[in-house]
Nanobody, 114 residues
């Protein structure tokens, strides 16, 4: 199974984007799914998570602006990003974890600039 992340692009400050992470096949027994972001030269940092039971958690700096969700029928993970700031400029990655495997998406670039 491969994950395809999409939805990144150039947006003005205050704008919105919705990232998608689509699985090429079915992933069973998902324990938790995450969105990470990575700034140039730095490690990836987790920004949002959703468990198999639907519980969500967010990093403080995105809380209230970003929303993680999933559509199990479409095997797709989403990240709705509102009120974007220049500091949100990064490459965004999805990660889906099961008890036996980690599935990473390839990353999608988000650029917030006027």
């Amino acid at each position: 199974v491969q994950l395809q992340a999409s939805g990144g692009g150039l947006v003005q400050p205050g704008g919105s984007l919705r990232l998608s992470c689509a699985a090429s096949g079915s992933i069973s027994n998902i324990r938790v799914s995450h969105w990470y972001r990575q700034f140039p030269g730095q490690q990836r940092n987790m920004i949002a998570s959703i468990t198999g039971t639907g519980n969500t958690a967010y990093a403080d700096f995105v809380k209230g602006r970003f929303t993680i969700s999933r559509d199990n029928a479409k095997s797709t993970l989403y990240l709705q990003m509102n009120n974007l700031k220049p500091d949100d400029t990064a490459v965004y990655f999805c990660l889906i974890q099961t008890p036996t495997a980690n599935y990473w998406g390839q990353g999608t670039l988000v650029t917030v600039s006027s």
